[in-house]
């Protein structure tokens, strides 16, 4: 017995050991990196201004190209420089080419959108959200952060290099749909062409992470996250018919009655959690620079995963992390209150993690709705090129981390899985090195504001948002 409790003791010791030292060596993934030179004559003021036009321009998804061209017009007239830069139009979407001097370099492709969500409550707003009006040192409105800010600071970006002098050996192009939010036939078009041109793309950086503060729990440095990887989003349609008849003699179940116990299932069977190589290089990216007990925690996952796990579980936002997401949006039924329903239908929208497929979503939905008489069908959008991350050890991330480290010098840059979707998976077929990150700023309650009331920019936040992409444009050239 006492000898037992020696082993068991030891034992203890001895997991207690590695985890300790697992927490101690955590190394930093932080590379420094020569500071990004100041914009020299760059005129702030006017770009916000020409910022505040775009915002004024009310391009959600049903605008009309017209609207759009007059963004790209408002853009040009101002930056006299851009007719170095040939611009090629798509139904939903238009791209510019700044043509290097090299033609065998892989170019670089930086993508944005042009189009924005609307509005559901325009009263809430502090400053009316297509106003472009700028107080207290920021400038307010719908695209302020998603996605205008990135689209104008890119032209303005590639305007001020050529007012320098400066001429790419390896060209740069910019893509811009103008349906990300809804379709994405746009950057889908856009890929396609540049697929059959045979185009290979040296880096692809679109919208996705930002520089945050105060929004990962644990860490006061600024963190920027920059997506590897993004979820797939696709929807389900649940689908009972019926004969239908007077609601004084129903059967035990109405086609409504189906539905609505499909939808319940679904809601009590949740997807696994599950991390992800994406969700795994972010831990341990994050975890060297997290105080003692959270990079105990993140570095020791061989034996504290399922705590890890079920500490993500626990809000809306971290869950989205490690789990496929199921999300039942819409229902419908009968016509009227005495009326058996003929046929009602339910949608569920999936949020998919990497390595899952969809057939994988609907087989098991099928099997948790296990209902012959409810039909599952996917409803049609456009799926991702490719399931693949993008290495972090690899040379994109790299470029991006050390451009990150030359505009914000004091962040952190980590690796992360995006939940949402971007135009970036239309364009996964073209490089191996796909990114999400813009340059802007996000503090505490700052993620409500996109897609949401009172989106706003930072009036400073603007100006190193162009600085960043005219120093990633000058560092991804070659020597
Ligand atoms: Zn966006």
Same mark, same amino acid.
């Given at each position: 017995?006492?000898?037992?409790?020696?082993?068991?003791?030891?034992?203890?010791? $001895?997991?207690?050991?590695?985890?300790?030292?697992?927490?101690?060596?955590?190394?930093?993934?932080?590379?420094?990196?020569?500071?990004?030179?100041?914009?020299?004559?760059?005129? $702030?003021?006017?770009?916000?201004?020409?910022?505040?036009?775009?915002?004024?321009?009310?391009?959600?998804?049903?605008? @009309?190209?017209?609207?759009?061209?007059?963004?790209?017009?408002? +853009?040009?007239?101002?930056?006299?420089?851009?007719?170095?830069?040939?611009?090629?139009?798509?139904?939903?979407?238009?791209?510019?080419?700044?043509?290097?001097?090299?033609?065998?370099? *892989?170019?670089?492709?930086?993508?944005?959108?042009?189009?924005?969500?609307?509005?559901?409550?325009?009263?809430?707003?502090?400053?009316?959200?297509?106003?472009?009006?700028?107080?207290?040192?920021?400038?307010?409105?719908?695209?302020?952060?998603?996605?205008?800010?990135? $689209?104008?600071?890119?032209?303005?970006?590639?305007?001020?290099?050529?007012?320098? @002098?400066?001429?790419?050996?390896?060209?740069?192009?910019?893509?811009?749909?103008?349906?990300?939010?809804?379709?994405?036939?746009?950057?889908?078009?856009? +890929?396609?062409?540049?697929? +059959?041109? @045979?185009?290979?793309?040296?880096?692809?950086?679109?919208?996705?992470?930002?520089?945050?503060?105060?929004?990962?729990?644990?860490?006061?440095?600024?963190? +920027?996250?920059?997506?590897?990887?993004?979820?797939?989003?696709?929807?389900?349609?649940?689908?009972?018919?019926?004969? @239908?008849?007077?609601?004084?003699?129903?059967?035990?179940?109405?086609?409504?009655?189906?539905?609505?116990?499909?939808?319940?299932?679904?809601?009590?069977?949740?997807?696994?959690?599950?991390?992800?190589?994406?969700? *795994?290089?972010?831990?341990?990216?994050?975890?060297?620079?997290?105080?003692?007990?959270?990079?105990?925690?993140?570095?020791?996952?061989?034996?504290?995963?399922?705590?890890?796990?079920?500490?993500?579980?626990?809000?809306?936002?971290?869950?989205?992390?490690?789990?496929?997401?199921?999300?039942?949006?819409?229902?419908?039924?009968?016509?009227?209150?005495?009326?058996?329903?003929?046929?009602?239908?339910?949608?569920?929208?999936?949020?998919?993690?990497?390595?899952?497929?969809?057939?994988?979503?609907?087989?098991?939905?099928?099997?948790?709705?296990?209902?012959?008489?409810?039909?599952?069908?996917?409803?049609?959008?456009?799926?991702?090129?490719?399931?693949?991350?993008?290495?972090?050890?690899?040379?994109?991330?790299?470029?991006?981390?050390?451009?990150?480290?030359?505009?914000?010098?004091?962040?952190?840059?980590?690796?992360?899985?995006?939940?949402?979707?971007?135009?970036?998976?239309?364009?996964?077929? $073209?490089?191996?090195?796909?990114?999400?990150?813009?340059?802007?700023?996000?503090?505490?309650?700052?993620?409500?504001?996109?897609?949401?009331?009172?989106?706003?920019?930072?009036?400073?936040?603007?100006?190193?948002?162009?600085?960043?992409?005219?120093?990633?444009?000058?560092?991804?050239?070659?020597?």
């Amino acid at each position: 017995m006492k000898r037992a409790l020696k082993i068991v003791g030891a034992a203890l010791l $001895l997991v207690a050991a590695v985890l300790l030292v697992r927490a101690v060596t955590a190394e930093s993934r932080q590379r420094s990196a020569s500071a990004a030179a100041p914009l020299e004559g760059f005129d $702030l003021d006017a770009a916000l201004e020409r910022l505040a036009a775009a915002i004024r321009l009310r391009t959600v998804a049903d605008a @009309g190209g017209g609207l759009f061209d007059e963004l790209y017009i408002l +853009a040009a007239d101002g930056l006299p420089p851009l007719a170095r830069l040939q611009r090629r139009d798509f139904p939903l979407g238009v791209m510019f080419t700044w043509k290097g001097t090299d033609p065998t370099l *892989e170019p670089l492709l930086l993508l944005a959108h042009a189009d924005v969500v609307p509005v559901d409550r325009p009263e809430a707003w502090t400053h009316p959200p297509f106003g472009g009006r700028r107080v207290e040192g920021f400038l307010w409105g719908r695209g302020a952060l998603d996605d205008k800010a990135s $689209l104008m600071a890119q032209l303005e970006a590639a305007a001020w290099l050529i007012g320098q @002098g400066f001429q790419p050996k390896r060209t740069v192009l910019f893509a811009f749909g103008h349906d990300e939010e809804t379709t994405g036939k746009g950057a889908a078009a856009i +890929a396609d062409h540049l697929e +059959a041109e @045979g185009v290979r793309a040296h880096l692809v950086l679109d919208e996705g992470g930002m520089v945050t503060q105060g929004v990962i729990p644990g860490i006061e440095r600024p963190v +920027a996250i920059v997506g590897v990887a993004e979820k797939d989003a696709f929807s389900v349609r649940l689908t009972a018919e019926d004969v @239908g008849g007077h609601a004084s003699m129903p059967p035990p179940h109405t086609a409504a009655g189906r539905v609505g116990r499909a939808v319940a299932l679904l809601e009590a069977n949740p997807w696994p959690l599950e991390f992800t190589p994406a969700a *795994e290089a972010f831990m341990d990216w994050l975890a060297p620079e997290m105080p003692f007990g959270q990079r105990l925690a993140l570095r020791n996952r061989w034996l504290l995963g399922g705590a890890v796990k079920a500490l993500y579980a626990g809000k809306p936002r971290t869950a989205a992390q490690v789990r496929t997401t199921t999300a039942v949006t819409m229902l419908s039924g009968g016509p009227q209150a005495n009326v058996l329903p003929q046929r009602a239908t339910a949608v569920v929208n999936y949020r998919v993690l990497p390595g899952t497929s969809r057939d994988a979503v609907l087989e098991r939905t099928r099997q948790i709705v296990k209902d012959p008489r409810v039909q599952v069908e996917a409803l049609p959008s456009i799926p991702p090129r490719r399931d693949v991350m993008t290495d972090p050890d690899g040379p994109g991330f790299r470029a991006v981390q050390a451009a990150i480290a030359g505009v914000f010098p004091d962040a952190v840059v980590v690796p992360y899985l995006v939940v949402g979707i971007t135009d970036a998976r239309h364009y996964t077929g $073209l490089s191996d090195h796909v990114l999400r990150f813009a340059p802007g700023f996000l503090g505490p309650g700052d993620t409500d504001r996109i897609h949401g009331t009172d989106e706003r920019i930072r009036e400073a936040d603007y100006g190193r948002m162009v600085q960043f992409y005219a120093h990633l444009i000058r560092s991804v050239q070659p020597e």
